[in-house]
C-alpha cells in the first residue's frame, strides 16, 4: 500500500470534515490561480493598449496613458509613474509612501502579481507542512 491519504482509521464524520478540508483547500488555490492568471491576463492587454498609445504622437504629454483623460492645469495633473515612467492622472495612480514616488494601477497591479508569483505560493506550501 502507497501512502494514500488514509481515512479508516477515522469515524465517518472526521473522514467527512478531513475531506471537506482538503476541498476547500484545493478551490481556494484553484480560486488564487485564476485571479492570477486573470490578472496576467490584464496586465498584458494594458500593456499592448500603452504601447499603442505611446507611440501617438505626444499622446502622453498631453493624456492619461491609463484611462486618456486629458491633463488639465490643477483640476487632474499629470503625475510620472515610479514604474512605468508614463504620465497618469491622479485618479490611475496612488502614492507609495515606500517608495515616496507615484505609482499607476497598472504597475500596483503588475506588483501584486509578483508578489502573489514569488511570495504566496511558497507560504501556502510551508504553511501545510
Ligand atoms: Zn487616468
Ligand atoms: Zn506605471
Known amino acids: 500500500m502507497g501512502r494514500k491519504l488514509d481515512l479508516s482509521g477515522l469515524t465517518d464524520d472526521e473522514a467527512k470534515h478531513v475531506l471537506?478540508?482538503?476541498q476547500r483547500d484545493m478551490k481556494l488555490r484553484k480560486k488564487e490561480e485564476e485571479r492570477l492568471s486573470e490578472m496576467k491576463q490584464e496586465l498584458a492587454e494594458e500593456g499592448s493598449r500603452c504601447s499603442i498609445l505611446s507611440k501617438q504622437h505626444r499622446f502622453?504629454?498631453?493624456c492619461c496613458i491609463r484611462c486618456c483623460a486629458?491633463?488639465?492645469f490643477l483640476l487632474n495633473p499629470k503625475r510620472q509613474c515610479l514604474d512605468c515612467q508614463f504620465n497618469v492622472c491622479k485618479t490611475c495612480c496612488t502614492y507609495s509612501k515606500r517608495?515616496?514616488?507615484w505609482l499607476c494601477s497598472a504597475c500596483q497591479k503588475g506588483r501584486l502579481v509578483s508578489f502573489y508569483t514569488f511570495t504566496c505560493k511558497p507560504a501556502v506550501e510551508?504553511?501545510?507542512q
Do not use: Q
Request: neutral net charge; hydrophobic residues 35%; glycine residues 0%.
Open 99 to 101: 517608495d515616496k514616488a
Open 70 to 72: 486629458p491633463f488639465t
Open 126 to 128: 510551508m504553511r501545510e
Open 20 to 22: 471537506k478540508v482538503v
Open 60 to 62: 502622453n504629454e498631453h
